[in-house]
């Protein structure tokens, strides 16, 4: 039984919010050294990483949400998060969320676990060594990978994440997708066409 996604809420409203993110970095830093300097400073910068991890865990839902499995796991769609994770609280903003009939947990995973409670798995750049031996160990398995590490989608990943000139971006693999039996709604696929997308990431053999 295949899991479709109902009502997928198109991907602009996380380009929308990553778009003004420039604005947001300029305004609120600026003014941090204008009222108390660099002690304000740092905490404006560190409210700005805040809300740009808000916005790639909206991204990451929405692609959650566009992703269809090959079976229907009961009761709940499992984000697995492994190594460092620069997200932190900003998860607890999509978990619980619906997708479909089901709810979306958040867990983290232990390097060399076997993934096999995972429906996606979102790498942190901190596993960059180990991806191919975790690329090894998934095989086939139909756990959508995800992580900001750079050329992720082109080394084997399905959906890379890229901060360029303070915009999301991302790429997608789509052979990597289908390889393992998984398929991203068309929306998605041409939002990744339009934002940024390498040609041979997402070209069938």
Known sequence: ???????????????RRAAALTIVVIVTVVAGWADGGPPVAAAAAASVAQREYLIKAAFVFDMLKATQWPKTRS???????LGRDPFGAAWGSI?????????????PVQA??????????????SERARWPEIRGALGTRPILTMSEMTGFA????????MAI????????????VRKAGLNIDTNALKQANMVHAQAAAVRLP
């Open 154 to 161: 082109q080394d084997g990943g399905m959906v890379g994440l």
């Open 75 to 81: 009761g709940s769609v499992v984000l697995c998060v």
């Open 165 to 176: 000139d303070n915009r999301l971006r991302f790429d997608v693999n789509l052979k990597a």
């Open 95 to 107: 978990a619980g969320r619906p997708i479909g009939k089901s709810k979306l947990a958040v867990a």
């Open 112 to 125: 060399g676990g076997n993934f096999g409670a995972c429906d996606a798995l979102f790498l942190s750049t």
């Open 1 to 15: 039984m295949t899991r479709a996604p109902k009502n997928f809420p198109p991907l602009r409203a996380a380009f």
